[in-house]
């Protein structure tokens, strides 16, 4: 394993040196490096829940569905919360850099554990994961902000550019790890030369051990593009920010106050967003016909819709935005946007639901295809906001530690969707279920529509 104090240390180059007009080689790195982590990330995520409530027979753990989902909440809430420390630990000592290739390693090393079929490298593998995903996932973001001058023009686009590689990882993903653990035709061929084909669902899972590894290795052969860019502490001028500073002004709590009532609002959104990969997943597997023009397809497979739609219409938004010039929403109101959408999305599934009640019959998967379009255009108005939102407010010195402060919403936000999750039942009122969180996230975009005109008082002149 590399050392990652060993590594040679690039000369310090300007964050400006790139034309104005194109964004700087090391975004590219940032990438392509958050692309292979969303793909393991993503392609264990499709498989989590359906590999816990599959029986032992068909190669699962034959979990009940609350106990599932209580541990798909907790994981994925973890996940974010470890974002919390790792931004910490790599403003204070680390710095970004090595964080994310040392949190990149780790993130390898538990999806290898999750590829043995093993109850305890089982959990062992989720403990690895959320470890290296604290350390990483706060950490890169900031280091696309670090990448430009402030008040740089570019840097919204930048995270625009970024969050595609999200999503192309996201919508591949599901793809790959679904037909490996799902797919009649791999696991034939499993069958056809002597393995077990319920060992699909771990050549799934090591499907992302091999992507998150292809991450480090870009990773780290695009390390000369940074600069001094993600820096451990010990290693930047005098002259930039250290551990020690004045104190913060007026503005700089002002700002803060704003980032923690968006984070509010941030967590509301997430427990509805998150159900993507828990309560959605099951609705896919148990009650939707996954047939499309005659061939039937892995009920995985509805977790790359939502990266579909992403990046179709990421070039839509990012077009309106700057079509709209002066009348553009402000930040508050993309996230009211959000929250809009998402109990849209809401209301859709339940009356899949009810029509699932009414007839006996599983649905069409047109209702899903809706469901996950309503939610992208919320993910849209909300989540690429919310980074370059915080890495503008923050005050740079705690840049890393703001960011894992908004990646605790996202923590929040999963537990909370974990739970709600937990009341599936294919046999249940799953109308009532849906339309209880479509009501909160309408209620949320009620409450910050109000609120849109005071926080951005508190913003200072960040739009």
Not at 57 to 64: C, K, P
Not at 207 to 234: E, K, N, S, W, Y
Not at 297 to 320: G, K, R
Request: aromatic share 12%.
């Amino acid at each position: 394993m590399t050392n990652p104090a060993a590594l040679v240390e690039p000369a310090p180059v300007s964050r400006a040196a790139a034309p104005p007009h194109r964004h700087p080689p090391a975004l590219w790195t940032l990438f392509l490096t958050e692309m292979w982590e969303r793909f393991s990330y993503y392609g264990m995520r499709a498989l989590l829940v359906l590999y816990m409530t599959a029986s032992a027979a068909n190669g699962g753990l034959g979990f009940t569905v609350v106990d599932a989902a209580a541990i798909y909440g907790w994981y994925t809430g973890l996940v974010y919360l470890a974002a919390l420390p790792g931004g910490f630990l790599a403003d204070q000592f680390l710095g970004q850099r090595r964080a994310v290739l040392i949190g990149g390693i780790v993130i390898a090393a538990g999806h290898v554990c999750l590829a043995v079929p093993s109850l305890p490298l089982f959990y062992l593998g989720l403990g690895l994961i959320i470890c290296g995903t604290g350390l990483l996932k706060p950490n890169i973001s900031t280091m696309v902000g670090g990448l430009y001058p402030e008040n740089d023009p570019r840097r919204d686009a930048g995270f625009s550019i970024f969050y595609m590689g999200i999503n192309i990882g996201a919508l591949v993903a599901p793809l790959v790890c679904g037909f490996l653990a799902q797919h009649p035709a791999f696991l034939g061929f499993l069958g056809r030369h002597g393995l077990d084909p319920h060992l699909g669902w771990h050549f799934g899972f090591g499907a992302a051990a091999v992507g998150m590894t292809l991450g480090i290795l870009q990773f780290v052969a695009g390390r000369r593009r940074f600069g001094a860019v993600g820096d451990a502490p010990r290693g930047r001028k005098a002259a930039e920010p250290r551990q020690a500073g004045p104190p913060f002004t007026r503005k700089d709590w002002s700002r803060i106050a704003a980032i923690f009532i968006l984070f509010c609002f941030s967590a509301l959104f997430w427990s509805g967003f998150e159900q993507a990969g828990s309560s959605l997943n099951l609705f896919a597997d148990q009650l939707t016909d996954n047939v499309l023009f005659g061939h039937a397809f892995p009920s995985t497979w509805y977790q790359s819709i939502n990266s579909i739609f992403i990046i179709l219409l990421a070039p839509v938004f990012a077009w309106l935005w700057v079509h709209l010039g002066d009348r553009e929403p402000s930040s508050p109101a993309k996230f009211a946007l959000g929250l809009f959408w998402v109990g849209v999305a809401f209301i859709t599934v339940a009356a899949g639901a009810w029509v699932n009640q009414r007839t006996g019959a599983r649905v069409s998967p047109a209702w899903l295809i809706f469901v996950y379009l309503f939610s992208t255009l919320g993910e849209l108005s909300l989540s690429p906001v919310g980074l370059s939102t915080v890495t503008k407010l923050a005050p740079p010195r705690i840049s890393s530690l703001m960011m894992g402060v908004w990646f605790l919403s996202l923590a929040i936000g999963n537990k909370a969707g974990g739970w709600v999750a937990g009341h599936f039942d294919p046999h249940g009122n799953l109308v009532r279920l849906f339309l209880s969180v479509a009501l909160v996230q309408l209620a949320a975009c009620l409450v910050l529509a109000f609120l849109v005109r005071p926080i951005q008082k508190l913003m200072a002149g960040v739009h």
